[in-house]
């Protein structure tokens, strides 16, 4: 699995978190999305890479701008993860 991180300008509150999920979950076969404010970020869980060009398009119509992206292997960690190395 993959992990994505957005860094995303322009969100100001909670209704625009939501718009960033939505708008990933719409576009995209993902596992997991969250969106932070405080963080300015929208970070992805998924399969498969995602289209940024398409993704920054989208992004900027609906009013915010993406300024960088990161991706990175993702594991998923469960309980039972605990205290292992």
Not at 32 to 54: M, Q, R
Not at 55 to 72: F, M, P, Q, R, S
Not at 78 to 85: L, P, R, S
């Amino acid at each position: 699995m993959i992990k994505t991180v957005l860094k995303v300008n322009g969100m100001m509150c909670g209704m625009c978190e939501a718009h960033m999920n939505d708008l990933v979950r719409k576009n995209f076969q993902v596992k997991k999305v969250t969106s932070s404010v405080k963080d300015g970020e929208t970070v992805v869980i998924s399969e498969e890479n995602l289209d940024i060009p398409f993704l920054k398009k989208e992004i900027k119509e609906i009013g915010y701008e993406l300024v960088d992206v990161h991706t990175e292997p993702y594991e998923k960690k469960g309980f039972f993860h605990f205290g292992k190395k």
